[in-house]
C-alpha cells in the first residue's frame, strides 16, 4: 500500500448508488475499439504498465466492506495484464 484517503462527499455518494443499484451499471465506462492491421499485445501491454505505474489513480482500489468508512486504496503495484479472446 502507497498511501490510502478517505473518500469524498461526491466518492461516497456514488459509491452510495453502485451498491444500491448494481444492476443499474452507474458509472461504468467501457470502450471497444477497430484496430487496423496488425496489433502488438505485448506492446500494448507494457504501454499500460507504464501509464499505470506513472498515475496513482490507475492503481486505486476503494474498500467499503468490513470497515468503518470507505477507504481508497493506492497500490504501490498493480500489474496490467492483457486478456486477448
Avoid: A, C, W
Avoid at 484517503?5 to 448508488?17: D, K, R, T
Avoid at 444492476?23 to 461504468?28: D, I, P, R, S, T
Avoid at 499500460?48 to 497500490?75: A, C, G, S, W
Amino acid at each position: 500500500v502507497q498511501d490510502m484517503y478517505y473518500l469524498s462527499p461526491m466518492q461516497e455518494g456514488m459509491l452510495f448508488h453502485t451498491l444500491h443499484h448494481q444492476e443499474k451499471g452507474f458509472y461504468v465506462e467501457q470502450m471497444d475499439m477497430n484496430v487496423k492491421g496488425t496489433l502488438r499485445h505485448d506492446l500494448l501491454e507494457k504501454s499500460m504498465n507504464v501509464i499505470v505505474e506513472r498515475y496513482d489513480i490507475f492503481r486505486t482500489v476503494f474498500l467499503h466492506e468490513k470497515v468503518k468508512r470507505p477507504v481508497q486504496v493506492v497500490l504501490k503495484k498493480r500489474p496490467f495484464t492483457l486478456d486477448v479472446v
